[in-house]
Nanobody
Framework: QVQLVESGGGLVQPGGSLRLSCAAS????????MGWHRQAPGKQRELVAA???????NYADSVKGRFTISMDNAKNTVYLQMNSLKPEDTAVYYC???????????WGQGTQVTVSS
């Protein structure tokens, strides 16, 4: 069974940084892509960043240049480094795994990120 568990969320001031971690089951890394999605109040869930087995990355325009997705195969962990955070980044962030950039089959429980002064 594929299991994804997020951690690292919390309250941070605008301009600050957070690093989210996703502890994944070993089977999770057999998937073609690992990603991070987020859902803010009143908005649709959106893809924030994704990384393929080959190491290719994909970012939403709103976070490009500020967020970085990475993975550590030895630790079965996916990270999302978030810098220069803005209030608009406030959302529940979900770790995800899927077959391609557009289809995600597995989801974590989510971790709350709140950017506020």
């Amino acid at each position: 069974q594929v299991q994804l568990v997020e951690s690292g969320g919390g309250l941070v001031q605008p301009g600050g940084s957070l690093r989210l971690s996703c502890a994944a089951s070993r089977n999770s890394f057999s998937r073609n892509v690992m990603g991070w999605h987020r859902q803010a109040p009143g908005k649709q869930r959106e893809l924030v960043a994704a990384i393929s087995r080959a190491g290719d990355t994909n970012y939403a325009d709103s976070v490009k240049g500020r967020f970085t997705i990475s993975m550590d195969n030895a630790k079965n962990t996916v990270y999302l480094q978030m810098n220069s955070l803005k209030p608009e980044d406030t959302a529940v962030y979900y770790c995800s795994a899927g077959s391609n950039w557009f289809v995600y089959n597995y989801w974590g429980q989510g971790t709350q990120v709140t950017v506020s002064s």
